[in-house]
């Protein structure tokens, strides 16, 4: 498997709504139990994000980035989780996970809308479980989809948000259409100015990942 650093070198070649939250701290508690600068810009964005955790001899070091996923009930969004948390996120890291909710939903709807409640707290147990040295923090959020992650990145400074892709649909294929999974990827990658990479697990029977970023169009990782 690949290190985190080695991924990232490989892909540089080229408020207003109501919201819950659950952070664990670094004992693995749980304290709440109970774009704009274009392409250039960004790649150096990119290669600088490879430096900053890099000392000379290319060993991880010090600085803490976040790392955001946007999670669901679909098993594509818990594969994008557990690829960022074991490609991307290091030591210290704070890896965010984010549920938005419609805003159409309205009370004890907004869970039969947008799945339990409790979603993105009970994947923060398991990834605090799976890698207790990266913090973890649990968000679900009210709102549009597009506007909801463009404000969550903004608002904490995400560092690298990783979202879930699916196989495309053949029928879509065949009239040139994209399913509203895909568009949404399509347009985080292109309008956020953090380096925002889709994941996809491969089909059964074959091994890796086929990623997405700006530069890459289903660049296939074999981990």
């Not at 670094?26 to 274009?38: D, E, K, L, S, T």
């Not at 818990?78 to 991307?88: Q, R």
């Not at 649990?138 to 904490?156: D, E, Y």
Request: contains cysteine; aromatic residues 6%; glycine residues 12%.
């Amino acid at each position: 498997m690949p290190s985190p650093g080695s991924f990232l070198r490989q892909l540089s070649g080229k408020e207003g709504w109501k919201s819950r939250s659950r952070r664990w701290d670094g004992a693995g508690n749980n304290p709440g139990c109970g774009g704009g600068g274009g392409w250039k810009e960004s790649l150096k964005q990119m290669e600088g994000l490879n430096n900053m955790y890099r000392n000379e001899n290319g060993m991880l070091y010090g600085m803490k980035k976040r790392v955001m996923v946007v999670v669901d009930q679909s098993s594509h969004s818990k594969h994008a989780m557990m690829w960022a948390l074991t490609h991307v996120t290091n030591k210290g890291d704070i890896l965010t996970l984010l549920h938005i909710v419609p805003s159409s939903c309205k009370g004890s709807d907004a869970s039969a809308g947008g799945g339990s409640p409790y979603l993105a707290t009970t994947l923060g147990s398991l990834c605090k479980a799976c890698k207790p040295e990266v913090e973890v923090e649990a968000l679900m959020i009210q709102g549009p989809k597009l506007g909801t992650v463009m404000s969550q990145v903004k608002k904490l400074e995400v560092s690298v948000l990783v979202l879930g892709q699916k196989k495309p649909s053949p029928l879509l294929n065949c009239l040139c259409l994209k399913s509203s999974t895909e568009e949404f990827v399509d347009q985080c990658i292109n309008v956020l100015d953090c380096l925002t990479i889709g994941v996809r697990k491969q089909s059964q029977g074959v091994s890796g990942y086929l990623i997405s970023t700006r530069w890459h169009k289903n660049f296939w990782l074999l981990a």
